[in-house]
């Protein structure tokens, strides 16, 4: 909501479905989601292990003129640890967070 092109900051959301697009090299784009808006991604480097289609992600990097978002750093976990509270939040309302591990076996909302 209203960031300018060059602002630096910090993006969260859900990966979203059949986003993933591998370029060349150690580049991919990928589309950050809270299911009321998305926001393009491009990043160059080695992605963490958890990172995958509908699971949680935080990004951080610059918005570029053209509205997409230049991450530096991409951070992935299934718990809502690295989520932003209210992004956390929105996904859960809409149903569509996931709970994993302790999360589930706790029965944490």
């Given at each position: ?14 990966v979203a ?6 370029g060349q ?50 951070l992935a ?33």
């Amino acid at each position: 909501k209203g960031v300018q092109p060059g602002t630096r900051f910090r993006l969260g959301g859900l990966v979203a479905d059949g986003s993933i697009v591998r370029g060349q090299g150690k580049t991919v784009s990928f589309t950050v989601t809270d299911t009321a808006g998305t926001l393009p991604v491009t990043y160059v480097g080695i992605l963490p292990d958890l990172f995958r289609e509908g699971q949680g992600v935080i990004a951080e990097g610059i918005l570029d003129a053209g509205g997409n978002f230049n991450a530096d750093t991409v951070l992935a976990k299934h718990v809502e640890n690295y989520m932003p509270r209210e992004v956390a939040y929105a996904l859960k309302e809409k149903g569509v967070w996931k709970l994993t591990g302790e999360q589930a076996k706790e029965g944490t909302q």
